[in-house]
């Protein structure tokens, strides 16, 4: 998810007593996964107006004593709606019970606050001001009735990222998927009936009438912003998301196309939402029978309105998946940083992370995110880069899990295929890869004793130690024994080989061999080049031989 995390939780005792917790991140940019080849980034919204001081009343207004919570929340409403981030003149007030709730509503008027949105469900209000000393009045004289208070921080469409990178990164030759994003993924040619019985909610820019969603299959939900957009750069976003979750066409498909769609639009003119936006088309897409929902859209910062629209999702039984973000940041955006959230990188067809996906410790997996094959606006076909390409492919692995699983629950469906995805990068769970790549064939397959898949899953360079780590990793449904692992070295011209011992590897177990790297070797001019080859006992007939090779070149450090 995004960093800018804005709440603050209060513990009322008497009056109240507040901590307020506010992490203010990055300036008027968020992730946004890129469209098509063909098509060019769109430019940010003007920077917003710094709004007026909260800090103080009016010079001629009489000083008055404050108590220290109410400060509180007066310094850290200063802060929250300095951000560039957010949108002007606006706060998302949270209470502490119906009753406070309605107290509000029936002095906001009065109070000169307008009220902009409603969330009864959260006990939370979108309220509008144009004087900051009538919203410092509000904040002191009731303090008491708050239980959050938050900026609405802007949430947007992703697009390939403007700013500086945030990591260094190597540079990488990436492979783009065209078409074939679903066999990467383990889908079969015939998987017609996957997803059918299950809802997908899709926020975004609103899904398009397309070939690819059959008849009957998308709905479509107004929750003040219309179903769909017009004809901008980016508003076919929301119809290439929907396509790579549900698409049944053979030129734009998706992973279960037989589920239902439900679009809900959070995006105003300008391609561009906001948390209480985001919390509201969650609450909508929960009360409508989504067990699934796809966020591709994601912000540096969050708020208590969105934390709480995330848990009514999560009592309800239906998890959100989210685009970690396309900034090369070393954090993900919200809604995807938040824990409970299935936060979604990207790989190339070479399964490397691509280079502007973002990292984070909390990163649940990766999935294809570079020249991926979807629908467009008018029934185009193009290929999209980005994070929000592969949170819907998790989304409809997701509803494609559940109905052939009519035991599991949303959220077991998806720790079922983060649990079986393809260990990648550094051995185990990593910040650039989460706890793998997506592999629904496999999850699909973990109890068929039949399904027999040592693989090959990845090279890497320790660089602490000074070795090369070669991870073989047993996908099959039963235990694997008798392996061999063939690691060819070159050097130049010389090749050398050296030959490990796979041990027995329970369903899902890895195994790592590693090789010392010669210093001097590395420092010449010539690259280390290495080939690996997992060797299958005699007799036994592998599900997919393809991935029992690999190779990968390590190259001298730049001067």
Not at 198 to 227: C, E, M, Q
Request: aromatic fraction near 6%; hydrophobic fraction near 45%; include cysteine.
């Amino acid at each position: 998810m995004k960093k800018s995390l804005s709440f603050f939780a209060v513990l009322g005792v008497g009056l109240a007593c507040a901590v307020l917790l506010v992490w203010l991140w990055r300036e008027n940019r968020a992730d946004l996964p890129r469209l098509s080849t063909t098509r060019a980034a769109t430019p940010l919204n003007a920077p917003l107006a710094a709004p007026s001081s909260l800090a103080s009343p009016p010079s001629s207004a009489p000083a008055t004593a404050i108590d220290p919570f109410s400060q509180s929340l007066l310094t850290a409403l200063q802060r929250l709606l300095a951000s560039r981030d957010a949108r002007a003149n606006e706060v998302l007030l949270t209470f502490k019970d119906a009753d406070a709730y309605r107290r509000f509503l029936a002095r906001a008027k009065a109070a000169s606050l307008t009220i902009l949105g409603e969330l009864p469900g959260l006990r939370s209000i979108r309220v509008g001001y144009d004087s900051a000393a009538a919203l410092r009045a509000e904040l002191t004289q009731n303090a008491a009735d708050y239980t959050g208070l938050s900026a609405n921080g802007l949430v947007h469409v992703p697009s390939a990222p403007a700013t500086p990178a945030k990591e260094d990164r190597a540079d990488l030759t990436q492979v783009p998927f065209g078409n074939t994003a679903l066999p990467f993924l383990g889908v079969p040619a015939e998987h017609s009936q996957w997803g059918k019985g299950v809802t997908i909610a899709i926020l975004d820019t609103g899904v398009l009438p397309d070939a690819t969603f059959g008849s009957g299959r998308l709905r479509r939900l107004d929750i003040g912003l219309g179903t769909v957009a017009g004809r901008a750069d980016e508003d076919g976003h929301g119809t290439a998301v929907a396509a790579l979750a549900a698409g049944s066409a053979s030129d734009a498909p998706g992973v279960a196309p037989a589920a239902s769609l439900l679009s809900i639009r959070v995006t105003d003119a300008n391609s561009t939402s906001d948390t209480f936006t985001i919390a509201h088309a969650i609450v909508a897409a929960v009360d409508a029978g989504a067990k699934v929902i796809n966020v591709s859209l994601g912000g540096y910062s969050t708020s208590a309105t969105l934390d709480a629209a995330i848990t009514y999702a999560a009592e309800r039984g239906s998890v959100i998946v989210a685009a970690a973000g396309n900034d090369q940041a070393a954090q993900l955006t919200w809604p995807a940083a938040d824990p409970r959230v299935i936060s979604v990188g990207a790989v190339d067809r070479a399964g490397q992370q691509v280079t502007f996906s973002n990292s984070g410790s909390s990163l649940s997996l990766t999935a294809p995110g570079y020249g991926v094959q979807t629908a467009w606006q008018d029934g185009q076909r193009v290929y999209v880069d980005g994070t929000s390409a592969s949170a819907p492919l998790v989304a409809g692995a997701i509803a494609a899990v559940l109905a052939q699983n009519s035991s599991l629950t949303p959220t077991t469906a998806a720790q079922l295929l983060i649990s079986s995805a393809n260990d990648a990068g550094a051995p185990g769970a990593d910040a650039n890869y989460g706890q793998g790549t997506l592999n629904v064939g496999w999850a699909l397959n973990r109890n068929n004793a039949a399904y027999y898949d040592p693989a090959v899953a990845s090279h890497h360079y320790d660089a602490a130690n000074n070795r090369m780590q070669f991870v073989v990793q047993n996908r099959s449904g039963a235990a694997a024994a008798g392996l061999q692992l063939n690691v060819t070295t070159t050097a130049g011209t010389a090749p050398t080989s050296t030959l490990f011992s796979v041990p027995p590897l329970a369903a899902g177990e890895s195994y790592v061999a590693t090789l010392p790297v010669d210093r001097a070797t590395l420092q010449s001019a010539s690259p280390l080049t290495y080939a690996t080859q997992l060797i299958n006992p005699p007799g036994r007939s592998d599900s997919v031989p393809a991935n029992n090779r690999r190779s990968s070149t390590l190259t001298p450090p730049t001067p």
